[in-house]
């Protein structure tokens, strides 16, 4: 577990350096990171290759526009370097998730992250008492 959370910290710092305070940066990430055409029983490849090749450039000239042209090409490598970081972060959890007891998860990582619930006991509901008003 320690080695999740070295993993995990490393890639913050990595990201907080690589971004320096920059929404529009971050939300270009998000997008490109949303619109992945290498997912499992993606129905529209093709268009969600489209769109990504679409936000991709954006990115490129968005990034050589705010560093100039050498200095924006690195930070675009940089940059795709993060997202795979990120996604083998991503998958790394995911294995792990698949190891845990699931009685052993919170119910909101079990909605997140969808989970099947253990099958449940049956619980015996308690009675309420009810005194009349004198």
């Known amino acids: 577990m320690d080695k999740f959370y070295d993993e995990h910290t490393k890639y913050c710092r990595d990201f907080n350096a690589l971004v320096a305070h920059d929404p529009n940066l971050v939300a270009l990430m998000q997008v490109l990171l949303l619109f992945t055409p290498d997912r499992p029983s993606l129905d529209a490849r093709q268009t969600v290759a489209n769109v990504h090749d679409r936000y991709y450039l954006l990115l490129k000239h968005y990034l050589e ?3 100039g ?4 090409r690195s930070l675009l490598a940089g940059i795709l370097t993060n997202l795979d970081q ?3 972060l991503t998958m790394n959890y995911s294995e792990l998730l698949m190891q845990l007891d699931p009685n052993k998860v919170d119910p909101l990582l079990m909605e997140i992250f969808n989970l099947t619930p253990p ?3 049956s619980l015996k509901q308690p009675t309420m008492i009810h005194r009349n008003a004198q």
């Open 65 to 67: 526009a705010k560093a």
């Open 86 to 88: 990120l996604q083998a």
């Open 69 to 72: 042209f050498a200095k924006g």
């Open 119 to 121: 099958p449940s006991k």
